[in-house]
């Protein structure tokens, strides 16, 4: 019993140091295991920890202000308050949506459109319930949001224009980016990322984005932000803050003229090319566009027969009319086929083969030289002109004044005009006829082929003031500008500029009754320079004289001339150029006249001795550092 | 063994004297080093984990100092009634068990809602130790010692492989061959048996596994061939356990699992969370102090004179070590994912009460070492 005692004993203790002994190879299996981990594989391990562990969120950048030219913001960005939707906190996003209801307008077609997004999207990243919302509305519901699981408040930032309609052209608006348009940056698939889509905001989109920045975020394993990590981030890069030459208040006074009359007209610094005014007619709110225009909105501004969303300064074109006379009578005296003191007959009419050629005034305008042509606007006389003259050098003239030609103002889209200065070439490659001589003579007063936008008149006028081949731009320039001469006779262009002025301030001048009977410039102690045009929409056929049609206010809107005026000042010390066409305005020289001359005028009264308005020169575009207007 | 005490202490006093403290030291150290890791796991919070963790192991501890104080001849009386009460309770959780986790483990009795199988695991070892303590040495290999054990530990696993719990069962199973071979089973016998068991094993992988199962085993094969699925959990247990480096990340800057990157990591995952933070001479150590702990229980075993005592001693150690290899095993991806926790570490209040009530019988067992309950002792015997 003893030794049995005994031996059982000993076998336990064989057996239990067996034992032990698996189980210590076990538990060094563990080790081994640990060791393979830990030590020999840690730095593979610690690389998938790291990529477990964080991630880059793109982080949009400011976009850069647009300022005028006195440094005053016409389109900057405000901070916008947000609600979003976390759906993967919201628990039920529906039911999350509907208590939400109870605090702010949430129609049930707006929840569905939401919860489809949600529906779309992980269930970690917020979507946007609401942007740009009202402070009272916002703080309301961030006083309830522990009753509201998964609604996060945020601040955004939005791009405001705040004048509005007054550079609504110039500016342009931002908008989310169109699927597909073949720009690849990142920052497109940021919700609430916009892009400029039309006028400045998408001709410097580049300079205006900015480059997003990368937040480094911690994330669990389900995607969630954790924390965020700025101090290892790359921060987004603002876009440039551009200041452009134009003058928001020379905008208010010139939409102001037009007084919501389908019309457009362009003001700028003839020493400079700078383009202080550039309004189309009626304008537009850019600011609804920005966080997505209602349809009924947007159809309201797109079948107005106005067509406010048009920039008719830029992209629209017209006969330039009898605007362009003095350009026709400056090609004549350059190639010698007039001079200053031949008059010409004016009976009212001139025959052409089987046609007749009318002049403006039916009774006509008796013998004039050219001064008086342009003065009175003698179509009759132009006719003549531009007879001698050939087609072919009255578009050389025209196109060295600047028509028919894209100027690169640094708003440049695809849909900008270039106009039309017609050729002989031009008419049988595109029309497949031959030039007439009937042709050469609506040539000669601005009507037929010819066609010029707004902007492209204003540089004619800048140039025919000048003599200079006057640029014109929305970007400052630095420092003196001096363009190059035309190498025109400079008593040539003092004769057209002389004639100009008499259209303005003789009592026979086409412009003289409409512009106050030669106090143009009212109290201003300086005088100015102009020139009426009409261009012809629709001829008032012989039945409708016949059943009392006489009159442009007879004929429906669409169908009346339109009106332009180009004109320029102060006459003594030449600085700003302006054309303003007013469509369908009936007789061009009170429709067209009267809103150029208070443009001018304007512009005159701040800088009368014809120096250069505002404190550009010194401006460095970039910093924008200098708030309010420096008017001086 | 202190020759002066021959005898085994009989008053509570001496009984106390008699107390293992190293045993009892290393079981409240790794059960500190829980605290401490489920007070980092809520990244510096004693709610809501640390704080009851550390309540249990204080009571848990105390437990284990009382059940120590109970003589061995009152645990060999209760061995056959809790045995077949927790027999019992098995099946009624085939008949009334509240289904967790997909599988039939917990039965609700008023508020108290328990799992048989964690009752059995200590019932099994009690009734088989008292088994071979009643059986003359000379007849542990013959027939009639065989069928018997074959039967106790046999039943209890049927039933906990119906819940399902494959883990569980395999654990009973290990924990009583282990009781069977330290009871003195001949070498021919155990040969047997093992090509016996390698036979039922294939024949229930092949006919009778769930499919959970399968995937489970499947998934511990290949991890990475479904890194968001089933595999997820062994890879992102890896990924923190590798990051962790050779000294860790230090206490409560683990990312992995503070990112819930990791499923589960108050209970079965607790172990990769220290050899994240703590790297592999945290994880060494602590391997190490259950190490020391098993050590001690083997020593423990070796000096006690009652058969009982011995079996029960290895018994429980090796549902012990089973637990810790099985644990380590999974979160470092050497065994597949089965729910098994790491003892002392991992939170989970019946897990805690269970293991400190084992460990207490090892205590027990020290305390009564020169104990010599004859043969049929039972509990007024």
Same mark, same amino acid.
């Given at each position: 019993?003893?030794?049995?005692?005994?031996?059982?004993?000993?076998?336990?203790?064989?057996?239990?140091?067996?034992?032990?002994?698996?189980?210590?190879?076990?538990?060094?299996?563990?080790?081994?295991?640990?060791?393979?981990?830990?030590?020999?594989?840690?730095?593979?391990?610690?690389?998938?920890?790291?990529?477990?562990?964080?991630?880059?969120?793109?982080?949009?950048?400011?976009?850069?202000?647009?300022?005028?030219?006195?440094?005053?913001?016409?389109?900057?960005?405000?901070?916008?308050?947000?609600?979003?939707?976390?759906?993967?906190?919201?628990?039920?996003?529906?039911?999350?949506?509907?208590?939400?209801?109870?605090?702010?307008?949430?129609?049930?077609?707006?929840?569905?459109?939401?919860?489809?997004?949600?529906?779309?999207?992980?269930?970690?990243?917020?979507?946007?319930?609401?942007?740009?919302?009202?402070?009272?509305?916002?703080?309301?519901?961030?006083?309830?949001?522990?009753?509201?699981?998964?609604?996060?408040?945020?601040? @955004?930032?939005?791009?405001?224009?705040?004048?509005?309609?007054?550079?609504?052209?110039?500016?342009?608006?931002?908008?989310?980016? !169109?699927?597909?348009?073949?720009?690849?940056? !990142?920052?497109?698939?940021?919700?609430?990322?916009?892009?400029?889509?039309?006028?400045?905001?998408?001709?410097?989109?580049?300079?205006?984005?900015?480059?997003?920045?990368?937040?480094?975020?911690?994330?669990?394993?389900?995607?969630?932000?954790?924390?965020?990590?700025?101090?290892?981030?790359?921060?987004?890069?603002?876009?440039?803050?551009?200041?452009?030459?134009?003058?928001?208040? =020379?905008?208010?006074?010139?939409?102001?003229?037009?007084?919501?009359?389908?019309?457009?007209?362009?003001?700028?610094?003839?020493?400079?090319?700078?383009?202080?005014?550039?309004?189309?007619?009626?304008?537009?709110? !850019?600011?609804?566009?920005?966080?997505?225009?209602?349809?009924?909105? *947007?159809?309201?501004?797109?079948?107005? !027969?106005?067509?406010?969303?048009?920039?008719?300064?830029?992209?629209?074109?017209?006969?330039?009319?009898?605007?362009?006379?003095?350009?026709?009578?400056?090609?004549?005296?350059?190639?010698?086929?007039?001079?200053?003191?031949?008059?010409?007959?004016?009976?009212?009419?001139?025959?052409?083969?089987?046609?007749?050629?009318?002049?403006?005034?039916?009774?006509?305008?008796?013998?004039?030289?050219?001064?008086?042509?342009?003065?009175?606007?003698?179509?009759?006389?132009?006719?003549?002109?531009?007879?001698?003259?050939?087609?072919?050098?009255?578009?050389?003239?025209?196109?060295?004044?600047?028509?028919?030609?894209?100027?690169?103002?640094?708003?440049?889209?695809?849909?900008?005009?270039?106009?039309?200065?017609?050729?002989?070439?031009?008419?049988?490659?595109?029309?497949?006829?031959?030039?007439?001589?009937?042709?050469?003579?609506?040539?000669?007063?601005?009507?037929?082929?010819?066609?010029?936008?707004?902007?492209?008149?204003?540089?004619?006028?800048?140039?025919?003031?000048? @003599?200079?081949?006057?640029?014109?731009?929305?970007?400052?320039?630095?420092?003196?500008? =001096?363009?190059?001469?035309?190498?025109?006779?400079?008593?040539?262009?003092?004769?057209?500029?002389?004639?100009?002025?008499?259209?303005?301030?003789?009592?026979?001048?086409?412009?003289?009754?409409?512009?106050?009977?030669?106090?143009?410039?009212?109290?201003?102690?300086?005088?100015?320079?102009?020139?009426?045009?009409?261009?012809?929409?629709?001829?008032?056929?012989?039945?409708?004289?016949?059943?009392?049609?006489?009159?442009?206010?007879?004929?429906?809107?669409?169908?009346?001339?339109?009106?332009?005026?180009?004109?320029?000042?102060? *006459?003594?010390?030449?600085?700003?150029?302006?054309?303003?066409?007013?469509?369908?305005?009936?007789?061009?020289?009170?429709?067209?006249?009267?809103?150029?001359?208070?443009?001018?005028?304007?512009?005159?009264?701040?800088?009368?001795?014809?120096?250069?308005?505002?404190?550009?020169?010194?401006?460095?575009?970039?910093?924008?550092?200098?708030?309010?207007?420096?008017?001086? | 063994?202190?020759?002066?005490?021959?005898?085994?202490?009989?008053?509570?006093?001496?009984?106390?004297?008699?107390?293992?403290?190293?045993?009892?030291?290393?079981?409240?150290?790794?059960?500190?080093?829980?605290?401490?890791?489920?007070?980092?796991?809520?990244?510096?919070?004693?709610?809501?984990?640390?704080?009851?963790?550390?309540?249990?192991?204080?009571?848990?501890?105390?437990?284990?100092?009382?059940?120590?104080?109970?003589?061995?001849?009152?645990?060999?009386?209760?061995?056959?009634?809790?045995?077949?009460?927790?027999?019992?309770?098995?099946?009624?959780?085939?008949?009334?068990?509240?289904?967790?986790?997909?599988?039939?483990?917990?039965?609700?009795?008023?508020?108290?809602?328990?799992?048989?199988?964690?009752?059995?695991?200590?019932?099994?070892?009690?009734?088989?130790?008292?088994?071979?303590?009643?059986?003359?040495?000379?007849?542990?290999?013959?027939?009639?010692?065989?069928?018997?054990?074959?039967?106790?530990?046999?039943?209890?696993?049927?039933?906990?492989?119906?819940?399902?719990?494959?883990?569980?069962?395999?654990?009973?199973?290990?924990?009583?061959?282990?009781?069977?071979?330290?009871?003195?089973?001949?070498?021919?016998?155990?040969?047997?048996?093992?090509?016996?068991?390698?036979?039922?094993?294939?024949?229930?992988?092949?006919?009778?596994?769930?499919?959970?199962?399968?995937?489970?085993?499947?998934?511990?094969?290949?991890?990475?061939?479904?890194?968001?699925?089933?595999?997820?959990?062994?890879?992102?247990?890896?990924?923190?356990?590798?990051?962790?480096?050779?000294?860790?990340?230090?206490?409560?800057?683990?990312?992995?699992?503070?990112?819930?990157?990791?499923?589960?990591?108050?209970?079965?995952?607790?172990?990769?969370?220290?050899?994240?933070?703590?790297?592999?001479?945290?994880?060494?150590?602590?391997?190490?102090?259950?190490?020391?702990?098993?050590?001690?229980?083997?020593?423990?075993?070796?000096?006690?004179?009652?058969?009982?005592?011995?079996?029960?001693?290895?018994?429980?150690?090796?549902?012990?070590?089973?637990?810790?290899?099985?644990?380590?095993?999974?979160?470092?991806?050497?065994?597949?994912?089965?729910?098994?926790?790491?003892?002392?570490?991992?939170?989970?209040?019946?897990?805690?009460?269970?293991?400190?009530?084992?460990?207490?019988?090892?205590?027990?067992?020290?305390?009564?070492?020169?104990?010599?309950?004859?043969?049929?002792?039972?509990?007024?015997?």
């Amino acid at each position: 019993m003893r030794r049995d005692k005994q031996e059982s004993q000993a076998q336990f203790n064989r057996r239990a140091i067996l034992l032990a002994g698996v189980g210590g190879a076990a538990f060094a299996a563990l080790g081994a295991r640990l060791y393979s981990l830990q030590i020999l594989e840690q730095e593979r391990y610690r690389l998938a920890a790291a990529d477990n562990q964080f991630n880059f969120r793109l982080q949009p950048p400011t976009r850069g202000r647009l300022l005028d030219r006195f440094g005053e913001g016409i389109a900057v960005n405000r901070d916008s308050y947000r609600l979003l939707i976390v759906p993967e906190q919201a628990g039920d996003p529906r039911a999350a949506l509907e208590r939400l209801s109870a605090y702010m307008p949430l129609s049930e077609a707006r929840i569905e459109r939401l919860l489809r997004q949600i529906r779309r999207s992980p269930r970690f990243k917020p979507v946007t319930i609401a942007e740009d919302m009202d402070w009272e509305t916002f703080s309301r519901i961030n006083l309830q949001l522990p009753e509201l699981p998964g609604i996060t408040p945020d601040l @955004g930032e939005v791009r405001t224009y705040p004048h509005g309609p007054l550079t609504a052209h110039v500016t342009g608006y931002v908008q989310a980016a !169109p699927p597909g348009a073949g720009d690849t940056d !990142p920052l497109l698939l940021h919700p609430g990322f916009r892009i400029g889509r039309t006028g400045v905001e998408a001709s410097l989109e580049d300079r205006l984005r900015g480059e997003a920045g990368q937040m480094k975020v911690e994330v669990n394993s389900s995607g969630r932000v954790l924390r965020e990590m700025p101090q290892e981030s790359n921060p987004p890069v603002a876009g440039e803050d551009v200041r452009l030459t134009i003058d928001v208040r =020379s905008q208010r006074v010139a939409l102001e003229a037009l007084d919501g009359q389908a019309a457009s007209a362009v003001a700028l610094d003839m020493l400079t090319g700078e383009i202080l005014t550039l309004v189309s007619s009626p304008s537009f709110d !850019p600011n609804p566009f920005v966080l997505g225009i209602g349809q009924s909105a *947007f159809s309201a501004l797109n079948t107005n !027969p106005y067509r406010p969303l048009f920039n008719k300064a830029t992209t629209g074109i017209y006969a330039p009319a009898s605007t362009i006379k003095g350009a026709v009578a400056l090609a004549a005296l350059e190639q010698g086929v007039t001079d200053p003191e031949e008059r010409i007959l004016c009976t009212g009419s001139v025959g052409l083969g089987n046609r007749r050629f009318h002049c403006w005034r039916p009774r006509g305008h008796g013998t004039v030289n050219l001064h008086d042509a342009i003065k009175g606007s003698c179509d009759v006389y132009f006719y003549e002109i531009a007879r001698r003259l050939g087609i072919e050098n009255l578009g050389e003239m025209a196109r060295r004044l600047g028509l028919g030609e894209l100027h690169d103002i640094g708003m440049n889209l695809p849909d900008s005009a270039d106009g039309l200065v017609p050729s002989e070439r031009w008419k049988l490659t595109v029309r497949g006829e031959r030039w007439s001589t009937g042709d050469t003579y609506n040539a000669g007063i601005g009507q037929g082929f010819m066609l010029a936008s707004p902007l492209q008149l204003a540089v004619m006028t800048a140039r025919l003031a000048t @003599g200079r081949v006057v640029e014109p731009t929305l970007l400052p320039r630095e420092g003196a500008v =001096s363009f190059a001469s035309m190498g025109i006779n400079q008593a040539n262009l003092d004769a057209i500029g002389q004639a100009h002025r008499a259209v303005v301030h003789d009592p026979r001048g086409t412009a003289y009754w409409v512009l106050d009977a030669g106090r143009a410039l009212g109290d201003l102690d300086a005088e100015m320079a102009g020139k009426t045009g009409t261009a012809q929409v629709y001829s008032i056929s012989a039945e409708e004289r016949a059943a009392g049609v006489r009159d442009q206010e007879d004929l429906p809107w669409r169908l009346r001339n339109h009106g332009l005026f180009i004109a320029y000042g102060p *006459f003594e010390n030449p600085r700003y150029a302006v054309a303003v066409v007013v469509e369908h305005g009936g007789g061009g020289s009170s429709s067209a006249a009267r809103p150029a001359r208070d443009i001018l005028r304007d512009l005159v009264r701040r800088d009368p001795a014809g120096q250069r308005l505002g404190p550009l020169a010194s401006a460095n575009a970039t910093t924008g550092a200098s708030a309010g207007n420096g008017e001086g | 063994m202190s020759v002066f005490n021959v005898s085994a202490p009989r008053d509570i006093r001496s009984k106390l004297y008699e107390i293992n403290w190293t045993f009892v030291l290393l079981v409240g150290l790794i059960g500190a080093i829980g605290v401490a890791m489920l007070y980092s796991v809520e990244s510096g919070s004693w709610d809501p984990y640390a704080i009851r963790h550390l309540i249990r192991l204080t009571a848990g501890l105390g437990l284990m100092v009382v059940v120590a104080m109970f003589p061995p001849r009152f645990w060999m009386g209760i061995a056959y009634p809790a045995y077949l009460g927790a027999l019992i309770l098995l099946v009624g959780v085939e008949v009334m068990g509240v289904t967790a986790g997909g599988a039939q483990r917990w039965i609700d009795i008023g508020p108290i809602r328990m799992q048989p199988s964690e009752i059995m695991k200590i019932a099994m070892v009690l009734a088989l130790a008292r088994y071979y303590h009643d059986l003359p040495e000379d007849r542990v290999s013959g027939l009639g010692g065989l069928i018997i054990p074959a039967i106790m530990i046999g039943a209890p696993m049927a039933l906990i492989l119906m819940q399902p719990d494959l883990g569980t069962s395999l654990l009973l199973a290990a924990t009583g061959a282990t009781i069977v071979f330290m009871a003195g089973l001949s070498w021919w016998v155990i040969m047997g048996a093992g090509i016996f068991a390698t036979g039922g094993a294939l024949i229930y992988l092949n006919f009778f596994i769930e499919p959970y199962q399968m995937a489970r085993i499947q998934t511990f094969l290949n991890p990475e061939e479904d890194p968001m699925g089933a595999g997820y959990q062994i890879l992102q247990s890896q990924i923190a356990l590798g990051s962790g480096g050779s000294t860790g990340k230090g206490f409560m800057q683990g990312t992995q699992a503070s990112l819930d990157f990791l499923p589960e990591k108050q209970t079965d995952f607790i172990f990769t969370i220290l050899g994240e933070e703590f790297g592999f001479v945290g994880g060494i150590a602590v391997l190490g102090f259950y190490a020391l702990l098993l050590a001690n229980c083997v020593l423990i075993a070796s000096s006690c004179k009652a058969t009982f005592l011995r079996l029960v001693v290895m018994g429980v150690a090796t549902t012990f070590a089973l637990y810790v290899f099985i644990n380590v095993g999974m979160v470092m991806g050497l065994l597949p994912v089965v729910g098994v926790p790491l003892p002392l570490i991992s939170y989970g209040g019946t897990v805690m009460m269970t293991v400190l009530f084992g460990l207490g019988l090892i205590l027990g067992a020290h305390v009564h070492r020169s104990a010599e309950p004859p043969k049929g002792a039972g509990l007024f015997g």
